[in-house]
């Protein structure tokens, strides 16, 4: 079930809204609502991966109770590695038998596994909750609160990537508490700007990147046309996506939950460090303090920063997606992390548009390579990128959703600016305008079949 379709929209928040309020004066009564609703929005995907997503949050719940009767973290372990090996099956089981084959020249099946969705984002944060037990850092709970926790339905298949600390004393706090409404028209305010952003920017750009990375699996294509792929699917992934977060924090916001930030404009970042704490924030500091600081850091000079930076975003990469593709593009984005504090512990700083061209140049190169199915069509790419291929010319109309969605990437505002910056007020007009948009949304989506979020596929 897609947050912009009209069943959602239309029938299942309504009535999920209806009732979590007619038990908002009960606490467990209302977590239960909100545990089965979420259990619905989950299996309406397919019901086959449903017991996974059980069986997962009920493992981890048991490994929680075991370490709290016995004091033995080894019980918190165990339960950090099945969940691990959990998603180690379902993603990476085919990558690393073809891995394997292709080094020992074998010809092996590669079995298809269906990918379950939302399962890089909920077995991380069940992992980090075992490991946040064994550290001291978090409380046990009972298995109706962890499992709430993770299946929340407005973060459940693509983030933000959310902690216990931050989602358990929201949910002891009453959703009638004082600034309900005021909460309530932000989270629809959000909601609504995700939504247009998705329908009117994120997937016509999707369908031009599609088409340009497609000619390029066939050959190398002009200058005009690679330019206009990498620029498209830049904007998109970044539309898309930020849009997903929006939504999802507006209907957390109807819920009475604030989930964290996940985006700050970071097509404004002026160097490549910055774009990290812009980009994909609950993720960037998920391993930052789960894998990055473990590993050493910065603490132990720069043969440890080297070491530490490069094993994190290989890393990184490799959560991305089950492909050497993504493994380069981690590393990609190790090296250029390493250069750019090299850079700044040394030399002076560039002009800021000098470092905006540069930073940018660099993650439209990563995102070729990140989009791209395999290395050749990324080289193919790349090659007609610096002007080696097939001419100059553009073969498809530029959209002008191109146009506009750079001006909302670069020139902004931020929603977050808009919606709590003071930009939103009690006004007729803007709740007539919000609602003018939300229905065009719906009357757009209906024309055929909504499109998924980019990083479901992730």
């Not at 009732?19 to 009564?29: F, K, S």
């Not at 109770?65 to 165990?78: I, K, N």
């Not at 990184?316 to 250069?339: Q, S």
Request: glycine fraction near 10%; include cysteine; charge should be positive.
């Amino acid at each position: 079930m897609l947050f912009h379709s009209q069943v959602f929209i239309l029938g299942f928040l309504p009535l999920v809204l209806a009732a979590y309020y007619l038990a908002a004066r009960h606490a467990q009564a209302r977590e239960w609502v909100l545990l089965l609703a979420s259990l619905v929005f989950y299996a309406w995907w397919d019901v086959r991966f449903l017991p996974l997503l059980l069986g997962q949050c009920t493992l981890t719940w048991l490994a929680s109770e075991c370490h709290r009767r016995t004091g033995y973290r080894g019980w918190l372990w165990a339960g950090v590695i099945l969940n691990m090996l959990s998603l180690a099956f379902f993603k990476y089981t085919a990558f690393l038998i073809s891995t394997v084959a292709a080094l020992a020249g074998l010809e092996l099946a590669t079995p298809h596994i269906l990918l379950p969705i939302g399962i890089s984002f909920f077995t991380f944060q069940l992992a980090c909750y075992l490991v946040d037990l064994a550290r001291g850092d978090a409380h046990h709970h009972p298995w109706r609160r962890i499992s709430l926790f993770v299946s929340l339905f407005p973060h459940l298949v693509a983030g933000p990537i959310v902690r216990h600390s931050e989602i358990m004393p929201q949910l002891d706090a009453s959703p009638l508490r004082d600034g309900v409404a005021e909460r309530f028209a932000k989270g629809v305010a959000f909601f609504v700007v995700g939504c247009a952003k998705k329908v009117f920017l994120a997937d016509p750009l999707g369908s031009s990147a599609d088409q340009m990375f497609a000619a390029a699996q066939a050959g190398v294509p002009s200058l005009g046309d690679a330019w206009h792929g990498a620029l498209a699917f830049s904007l998109q992934l970044f539309l898309d996506f930020s849009a997903y977060t929006e939504m999802a924090i507006g209907l957390g916001l109807m819920l009475g939950v604030r989930f964290p930030d996940n985006f700050n404009a970071p097509y404004r970042a002026t160097d490549l460090r910055d774009f990290w704490r812009r980009w994909h924030m609950t993720l960037s500091r998920l391993i930052r303090d789960y894998l990055y600081i473990p590993l050493g850091g910065s603490r132990q000079g720069w043969g440890g920063y080297v070491t530490a930076t490069l094993i994190t975003m290989g890393l990184c990469g490799l959560w991305h997606g089950a492909g050497w593709t993504f493994v380069a593009w981690g590393l990609m984005h190790g090296v250029g992390l390493i250069v750019c504090r090299a850079w700044q512990s040394s030399m002076p700083p560039m002009p800021s548009g000098l470092a905006w061209i540069v930073t940018m140049l660099f993650v439209i190169v990563g995102w070729v390579l990140f989009r791209a199915p395999d290395f050749t069509t990324a080289a193919q790419m790349l090659t007609a990128m610096v002007g080696l291929g097939d001419g100059f010319a553009l073969t498809q109309a530029i959209k002008p959703e191109l146009a506009i969605a750079t001006a909302v990437a670069v020139l902004g505002p931020t929603t977050k600016a808009a919606v709590e910056g003071g930009w939103l007020q009690p006004a007729a007009y803007q709740g007539i305008a919000l609602g003018a948009i939300l229905a065009a949304t719906v009357l757009a989506v209906g024309q055929g079949h909504p499109q998924t979020f980019i990083y479901f596929q992730f």
